[in-house]
């Protein structure tokens, strides 16, 4: 399995529009940031877990056309903002995609996207069929990968993350719940988001509690995703990372 992390970024990315910080400055391709998202290649078969506001141009950047099924992990505008980029997928692949997602985030999608699913436009729009994933127990089989959603706190909202095989994503995570780290166990790769160093924040965890989740959920390896850019620099901030935590960057390719 081949991971692509196709944005690594917070949810206004890095650069920040008119910010004078540092690492929004930096020269370093590994401090530019889109917004978070990975593609996920098996045997011919593309998936793809969040499609946020910078998706047609990783797709262009990374190369990649094609695509078999979305997985949303919630509905904000950084996890979705660029589905209606898709028809151009739909089009040339020339079928329906299927979303995947919580019943609360497909009907904000359906509600955002409206004109998509208009009698006189549909011809014309993307192809999308909704499939609920809000029994977390159900698990999807997509050309043999065994696909667990996972219940993650985001602030005070229920969101999903992912487990394929052994390896998992989960982002904008501020708590985990015990039966979710059960699910985790014997992971070879761990994907965790991690914001910046402090204060802490409501809805999504600093580095201290990424790195204490990591421990306790014990992957093979781990890398920190949708990162802040107080953070600091990529290659500051990883010097420091115990051994086998990485901090993710745009265009990383990993192999499971
Ligand atoms: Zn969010």
Redesign the pocket.
Known sequence: MKITFLGTGP?QGIPIIGSRHPVCLSKNPKDKRLRSSILIEQNKIYLLIDCGPDFRYQMLRSNHNKLDAIFI??E?H??IGGLDDIRSICLKMNKEIPVYGLRRTIKNIKERFFYIFLNNYKSIASKISFHELDNYKKICFMEHLKIIPLFIW?GI?P?LGFRIENFAYI??ASDIPIQTIQQLKGLDILVLNVLRKFPKHT??ITILESLKMIQKISPKKAYLTHVGHILGFHEEIEKNFPKNIYLAYDGLIINV
């Open positions: 949810s992990t919630h904000h950084d996890h985001h909202l969101i982002t904008d809805s999504r």
